[in-house]
């Protein structure tokens, strides 16, 4: 059989306030292509649909369209929430995603509740055990619903998640392409940048171990760079369709094709979504970004290699509309080992004149402008 393994939509995302549906639903529309080209059985969204707990209406609309499209290719499609996903809100839309043919867990229920079963046109019968993310605070309750009994005192977050993944890979046969997909982070895995730091560290980290020789495949969801991990069977990371921030500039947003069949390793490749929104940094003094040249649909980040000034950062905005962070770059800072000049008997005209100086905004016109208002104060208090 063969599967789209995707994650970490993060529906909504914006970039410094500027909405990102567009380019998204471009996104969703190669996917789609690619679903439908590659002749997918199967596609698995590993969490993270959304990048809050409160998506707005058209964040809502983008990705229930999206999931209809993806099933509309022909493929089932199984669905689990991340830690960015109100896990109870979307469990509101199952029967929504019943009707429209869509597997979707959001929060956690009986072990049974998050198996999923199915059989390829070609025949072939597959078995996927769907876990969506489970918080720490969680994984005691967790391991109730399962009827795992207590566990001992000094269990830790990664035992938890071990007790549940051997739970629901029980009954995993010989003549059935066994699948697995959660929202969690695996040993020796590498963040991309955009993750959130509090659901990455030790604490929720597992092993990979934990996933028993059986399972023909693991699609995680959670850490946005593509990756293999190695472990008992075959384990990935399908990367992000999109760069969600400036710290995953360098990743290329992708899908992961995987053929895999009944006692054979299961092959992975990547397939990059070229509809996505590249995010480049660029710096230089005012007169070498002018000579720039940047992919015009780019998100930039811009560090400007001189001091600032009033004006500087509309000129920049000028030569990059797309510009959504603009920085003095971190050069131009005062050395701050020096010592600083004495700041007794000085005027408060020198004393701004300093500051300005030592905080990298050496700009006369900024300077002439406290003086006048220092002077008109000055004024005021004579005359009152």
């Known amino acids: ?11 909504g995302v914006t970039m410094k306030g500027r909405s990102r549906l567009d380019e998204q639903r471009a996104v969703f529309k190669q996917m789609v292509e690619i679903a439908r080209e590659e002749a997918v059985d199967l596609v698995i969204v590993a969490g993270d649909l959304f990048d809050t707990a409160s998506p707005s209406s058209e964040a809502q609309k983008l990705l229930t369209a999206a999931l209809s499209a993806l099933h509309g290719t022909g493929a089932e499609v199984v669905v689990i929430a991340g830690n960015h996903d109100n896990g109870k809100a979307l469990d509101a839309l199952r ?42 605070r969680h994984a005691v309750r967790a391991a109730e619903l399962f009827e795992l009994g207590a566990a001992g005192a000094e ?18 046969s ?22 959130r730091e509090v659901h990455t560290v030790a604490d929720y980290a597992v092993p990979a171990a934990i996933f028993p020789p059986t399972t023909s495949y693991v699609a995680l969801g959670h850490l946005h760079k593509a990756q293999a ?14 760069a969600v921030d400036f710290g995953e500039e360098d990743h290329t947003p992708s899908v992961a094709i995987v053929d895999v069949a009944a006692g054979v390793p299961a092959r992975a490749r990547t397939v990059p979504l070229t509809a ?15 000579k720039v040249e940047v992919d015009q649909r780019a998100w930039l980040r811009v560090f400007v290699t ?29 050395d701050e080992s020096k010592p600083r000049e004495r700041r007794s008997g000085r005027s408060p005209g020198e004393l701004f004149t300093t500051y300005l100086q030592e905080a990298g905004h050496d700009d006369p016109a900024v300077a002439g402008l406290f003086a006048k208002l220092y002077e008109d104060t000055q004024t005021v208090a004579e005359e009152a």
């Open 1 to 11: 059989m063969r599967i789209l393994h995707t994650s970490d939509w993060h529906v």
């Open 276 to 290: 996505a929104v590249p995010l480049k940094t660029v710096r230089g003094s005012l007169e070498q970004l002018a």
């Open 155 to 172: 269990a830790n977050y990664a035992d938890h998640l071990r007790r549940l993944v051997a739970a629901l890979t029980q009954d995993f």
């Open 306 to 334: 001189e001091p600032a000034r009033a004006g500087l950062r509309a000129e920049v905005a000028e030569l990059f509309p797309r510009a959504v962070q603009i920085h003095i770059d971190p050069v131009m800072r005062v």
């Open 229 to 242: 991990i190695t472990g008992p069977c075959p384990i990935r990371y399908s990367g992000g369709p999109l």
């Open 174 to 195: 010989a003549d059935t392409v066994n699948l697995f997909t959660g929202h969690l982070t695996v040993v020796g895995g590498k963040v991309g940048g955009g993750e």
């Open 95 to 136: 029967d929504w995603a019943h009707a429209a043919g869509i597997h979707l867990r959001g929060s956690l229920g009986k072990a049974t509740d998050h198996i999923v079963t199915g059989t390829t046109r070609d025949g072939e019968r597959w078995r996927i055990a769907a876990l969506p993310f489970i918080a720490q």
